[in-house]
């Protein structure tokens, strides 16, 4: 299990509570900063498309343990029974409002509150749906051993997923055995590795990705 936070940023993370204590001040402040923004969000988001404002989903957190994530919905409310879990580039699915969202990433914002209530952590493996875990192997299965992440260095790296799912002949398929495994290697390497600083350079590195588009 997960035993990490230095205090120099040049070790691995050995104090789980310094990390915790980050988590809720970065995410309490987060959405006390950003409630306005949230609400202008949350009213675009219900008034262009019929169904609830928020899309959650059951994922697979730490230890195995079940949690619903919590997101902007960026689909027609009836998406997941339209479609696969994965979501390619042009996914019909997807309304006006939830592609500019998803663009800019902006549909993870609600995950601030996963944070806050201790399902995920700022920076951590990203959670993925029980159907996927269950062909994880033993070895990849050691990304459950931390709290999972709104971001991630696979995440960074695989920015354009969606466009590369787009050009697969089968999407679901091609993430299943070339996508998922590479992200669980740059992870796996993430948490081996990890330090505060490398931390903190993911949360910056996706902040200017996002503002990006």
């Given amino acids: 299990m997960d035993k990490s936070y230095a205090g120099t940023g040049r070790e691995t993370i050995r104090d789980p509570t310094f990390k915790r204590i980050l988590d809720l ?10 409630c306005p923004l949230l609400a202008v969000l949350a009213l675009a988001v219900k008034g262009t498309s019929p169904g609830p404002v928020f899309f ?11 949690f619903h994530i919590l997101k902007f919905r960026t689909m027609v409310a009836d998406a997941e029974r339209r479609g696969l879990h994965i979501t390619a580039g042009g996914d019909p699915r997807i309304t006006p409002v939830g592609r500019l969202l998803r663009h800019y990433k902006m549909d993870e914002l609600p ?15 990203r959670p993925e749906v029980a159907k996927y875990v269950a062909l994880y192997s033993s070895e990849q299965r050691r990304v459950l051993e931390v709290r999972p992440g709104i971001t991630d260095p696979a995440s960074l790296a695989y920015r354009h997923e969606e466009a590369l799912l787009a050009r697969a002949a089968d999407p679901e398929r091609f993430y299943v055995e070339t996508v998922m495994p590479a992200k669980l290697r740059i ?3 993430y948490i081996n590795h990890r330090t505060f600083v490398r931390d903190l350079i993911v949360l910056l590195r996706t902040v200017h990705t996002s503002a990006k588009g």
């Fill in 111 to 125: 995950q601030l509150w996963n944070v806050l209530v201790g399902d995920m952590s700022l920076v951590g493996p």
């Fill in 56 to 66: 959650r989903q059951e994922r697979v957190g730490r230890g195995g343990r079940g």
């Fill in 25 to 34: 001040l970065a995410a309490g402040g987060g959405l006390l900063v950003l």
């Fill in 187 to 189: 992870n796996l390497d």
